[in-house]
């Protein structure tokens, strides 16, 4: 996997991906940057949800699980010494539909969390990952 960031003023940067695909990352205007993207840590949040989303929805359409819709939501506190890594990472899944299987759901994400999930894997090297589960009609 390759990927090509390119500085483009003040802190900013643009990724681009093996794949072709472009995203750019800031910092806040209190590090010198303009706040105008997702900073490198916010990423690696929008990694793992999106890493455990791909899992979970893949999962549950294998076992025929039916839902209307997923968002993930997290909350990561980082250590206050440099590097700064995450020390805590809360998840709350929240699913949409009626009579929702609550075990099809658990198992799901319990799958991609412990074995499925890259970034899951990283970010568990630093952090402790906890998750729940909310559920809308």
């Known amino acids: 996997m390759k990927v090509d960031v390119r500085w483009t003023g003040k802190m900013s940067f643009l990724g ?4 072709g695909h472009a ?7 209190a590090n010198g940057g303009e706040g105008s993207a997702p900073s490198p840590m916010e990423m690696v949040l929008m990694g ?5 989303g791909i899992d979970v929805v893949s999962i549950l359409e294998k076992k025929r699980v039916p839902f209307k ?22 998840m709350t899944f929240v699913f949409k539909g009626k009579d929702l299987n609550q075990k099809a759901l658990e198992d ?3 799958l991609s969390l412990d074995k499925y999930c890259s970034v899951a894997g990283m970010v568990s090297k630093t952090a402790e990952i906890s998750w729940e589960i909310a559920v809308e009609d």
């Open 16 to 19: 681009i991906s093996g794949s």
């Open 23 to 29: 995203v750019v990352m800031d910092t806040s205007q």
């Open 48 to 52: 793992l949800a999106g890493c455990s």
């Open 69 to 90: 819709g997923l968002q993930i939501l997290i909350d990561g506190e980082r250590a206050e010494e440099h590097p700064r890594v995450f020390t805590k990472v809360k």
């Open 108 to 110: 799901s994400i319990r």
